[in-house]
């Protein structure tokens, strides 16, 4: 099953400006094999941070997301600040075994 993912395109604009990453690229997270799932509230919406390893880059990204019938709308896409990344290599180490 494909999962639409939709956005923002003033929103798109800057991310990319600001963090020189696509949402177009945000799948790399979202469908990764390894990510972890951290639920979010702002502004009253119950959103959805993800974390990945993304191999492409060589580091941790973090994908912002409201989960919605429509599809899913991407709300942000940064690499992993520090602590981010040590709470994700944590839950890897706990979670990341194939058994």
């Known amino acids: 099953m494909h999962t639409y993912y939709f956005w923002d395109?003033?929103?798109?604009?800057?991310?990319?400006?600001?963090?020189?990453?696509?949402?177009?690229?945000?799948?790399?997270?979202?469908e990764n094999r390894y990510r972890l799932d951290v639920p979010s509230e702002r502004n009253g919406?119950?959103?959805?941070?993800?974390?990945?390893?993304?191999?492409?880059?060589?580091?941790?990204?973090?994908?912002?997301?409201?989960?919605?019938?429509?599809?899913v709308r991407i709300i942000s896409f940064r690499r992993a600040n520090r602590t981010e990344k040590e709470v994700y290599y944590a839950w890897l180490q706990d979670n990341g075994d194939d058994g």
Do not use: C
């Open 9 to 30: 395109n003033a929103k798109r604009q800057s991310n990319l400006e600001k963090h020189g990453l696509d949402f177009i690229d945000a799948d790399l997270v979202l």
């Open 45 to 71: 919406e119950a959103r959805i941070q993800s974390f990945a390893y993304v191999f492409e880059v060589l580091t941790v990204l973090t994908v912002v997301f409201l989960p919605g019938e429509q599809g």
